[in-house]
Structure formats: structure tokens, C-alpha cells
């Protein structure tokens, strides 16, 4: 039989995201939204808590989460506020393109994804294959 708990890891990011989205997003939501207005204190206490730029590779700084760790924090956050949730993940689409277009390593000559070109590029990593693959 699969065994589809959570690893201590992922738990742990869940209940982050989850305590932030019900402590820090949701109570503001609603008034963000029929204000208009872009709550900077609860992106900075995000990106301070780690669950902005989530795929950042860790050479760069970043957390350099899998997608299915992504998936975990993501739909957390949404819960709490799906347009806040949107402005945070936004971060992460528009790095992408530059994550793919990486130049080779200096030191090994060598792209540091290592995935066949029809493979999905975030399944290079062990941690990304067990996860969700891109769609369409």
C-alpha cells in the first residue's frame, strides 16, 4: 500500500503556510479587496518567513523547494486570500524563465538541471520528480 503522508518537512511547511494564511492574510482580505490595496507589510513578513520565491535554487539563496512542497504552501496561502496568494506566487512565474535559461555551472561546464529536453525541467531533482509535473 502507498503511504501519502506528509514527510516531517512538509508538515512543517504546511502549518507555516497554514498558521500565516489564517493569522496574517485572511483578516486583512477583505479589505484589501474592496480598498484595492496592496498589503506590503504581509508580503514582507512572507518573503521574511521564506514562502515568497519559493523556487529559488539554495546556490542562489533560495529555498529551492520541489513543486510538490510548492503545491503544499500554495494552496495554504490561497486559503487565507487567493489574490494576496497570486501576488506571492507571481514572484515564482516570472523567475522561471530565467531558472530555464540558466547558463552553464563555471566550475563544472555543465547545466545544473541535467534533465533529457522532453523531460519536465523541474523533475531534474530527486525531490521535484516525486512531485506534481507541469501541465500542458
Do not use: W
Amino acid at each position: 500500500m502507498v503511504d501519502f503522508s506528509l514527510s516531517p518537512d512538509a508538515e512543517s511547511l504546511r502549518d507555516l503556510a497554514r498558521k500565516f494564511a489564517r493569522t496574517e492574510m485572511a483578516p486583512h482580505a477583505a479589505e484589501c479587496d474592496r480598498t484595492s490595496r496592496f498589503p506590503e507589510e504581509i508580503y514582507r513578513k512572507a518573503h521574511a518567513l521564506g514562502l515568497m520565491n519559493l523556487n529559488v535554487p539554495t546556490e542562489y539563496g533560495g529555498s529551492g523547494l520541489g513543486l510538490f512542497e510548492q503545491c503544499l504552501i500554495v494552496e495554504e496561502l490561497a486559503y487565507g486570500c487567493g489574490g494576496m496568494t497570486t501576488t506571492v506566487i507571481a514572484n515564482c512565474l516570472a523567475l522561471e524563465p530565467i531558472l530555464l535559461g540558466e547558463p552553464p555551472s563555471r566550475s563544472s561546464g555543465s547545466s545544473r538541471r541535467s534533465a533529457p529536453p522532453t523531460s519536465s525541467p523541474r523533475s531534474a531533482s530527486p525531490s521535484r520528480a516525486a512531485g506534481a509535473t507541469r501541465g500542458p
